[in-house]
């Protein structure tokens, strides 16, 4: 089956981004001066808020990858729905104290995308 090798590398992808994002909304929550050096430049409200999505997005995206390990549709279909909003998220977070780290996790959510997309396509001749 087509795209097997990279459903799997997705599904690590998902674990580590989802790990990550639950580090950084931790951090967040918890007032850490971690995305600003100042603390006042925030994307939403407050850093709490952001902490808050970030977190929850984290946890998705540990759910996913887990469901990706067991060959679940869920865990591709969320897989691709929060690899979405993790992209999303890193481009909202590039204006932040770390840029080129928020592209870096952007590309791997479009690495991760692509690997989701193309899973269990028939073989080219």
Do not use: K
Not at 42 to 65: C, K, M, N, P, R
């Amino acid at each position: 089956m087509r795209g097997a090798g990279s459903a799997v590398f997705a599904a690590i992808l998902l674990l580590m981004a989802g790990t990550l994002n639950i580090i950084y909304g931790i951090g967040a929550i918890s007032d850490a001066h971690f995305y600003t050096s100042a603390g006042t430049h925030y994307v939403f409200s407050s850093l709490h808020t952001w902490g808050w999505i970030t977190l929850i997005l984290g946890v998705i995206q540990l759910t996913a990858g887990f469901s990706l390990f067991g060959g679940g549709t869920y865990g591709r279909v969320i897989g691709i729905v929060a690899a979405t909003l993790g992209a999303i998220g890193a481009l909202l977070a590039v204006a932040g104290a770390y840029p080129f780290w928020s592209l870096g996790i952007f590309a791997l959510c479009v690495i991760v995308i692509h690997g989701l997309v193309v899973y269990g396509e028939p073989e080219r001749a």
